[in-house]
């Protein structure tokens, strides 16, 4: 079945460092990829999307771009800021599979940024 | 905001006692999904609906029923809750030519004693 894979965190930053929280998936149709941003106490939130291969997702300075030859889709930012603090979730849609919009869910990434 | 709300935003309830979460959507979205989130495993879908009366279970569906009797309305029952049922329930509705992006209402927090 499809499935996705994050990194490990939790992942502690100096305000204004580079972020890359890696993420890696193995579906079997051709999925789209996503990453969702929770903030403290709240709901998940789309942060950016792609749905084919070489496509790039951009959002409030992140970035991921769909790899399908590595099948990966690595969130980055050039320069975390104290409010980028959050758990991000990276996910797949196999739409044009048999699960019609169903989402699998990466386990979580905890960030923290220091001012 | 893809007009998503959820009911009560906190429950408390003792083992055994039935539960019902409600989803509230107000933009006509076919197809709205529930899903549970625990520490370590991300978030995993108890059950889905694609239309009024039209529902099928996700990963995670023993234990909890749904019922959709209007389009925006998605109920999630717990017959008879456990402590394992302790969890924040999420409420989604997808949008996209093929139904692929999903954006979440605000969650459910539930504690089951």
């Known amino acids: 079945g499809d499935s996705v894979t994050q990194m490990e965190g939790p992942v502690t930053l100096s305000e204004e460092a580079f972020l890359t929280i890696n993420c890696t998936y193995t579906a079997t149709g051709y999925p789209s990829l996503f990453w969702y941003v929770q903030y403290p106490g709240e709901g998940l939130q789309l942060l950016l999307k792609?749905?084919?291969?070489?496509d790039k997702g951009s959002n409030k300075g992140f970035e991921a771009t769909y790899r399908k030859e590595t099948t990966s889709f690595h969130l980055e930012k050039g320069s975390v800021q104290v409010s980028d603090s959050a758990v991000y979730f990276c996910?797949?849609?196999?739409?044009?599979?048999?699960?019609?919009?169903?989402?699998?869910f990466g386990q979580g990434t905890i960030l923290t940024v220091h001012p | 905001d893809a007009g998503i709300t959820q009911s009560p935003r906190h429950k408390v309830t003792e083992t055994g006692t039935p539960v019902t979460l409600r989803c509230h959507q107000t933009?006509?979205?076919?197809?709205m999904y529930w899903y549970r989130q625990d520490p370590g495993h991300g978030l995993r879908l108890i059950h889905y609906s694609y239309g009024v009366k039209d529902t099928d279970k996700g990963e995670v569906s023993d234990g909890y029923s749904v019922s959709r009797s209007k389009t925006e309305d998605f109920l999630l029952t717990l017959e008879s809750a456990t402590s394992s049922q302790t969890s924040v329930y999420f409420c989604?509705?997808?949008?996209?030519?093929?139904?692929?992006?999903?954006?979440f209402g605000p969650g459910t927090r539930l504690l089951v004693l």
């Open positions: 933009e006509n979205h076919r197809y």
């Open positions: 996910a797949l849609s196999d739409a044009g599979g048999t699960s019609y919009g169903k989402l699998t």
């Open positions: 989604a509705i997808s949008q996209g030519a093929s139904q692929e992006t999903q954006y």
């Open positions: 792609a749905t084919k291969a070489d």
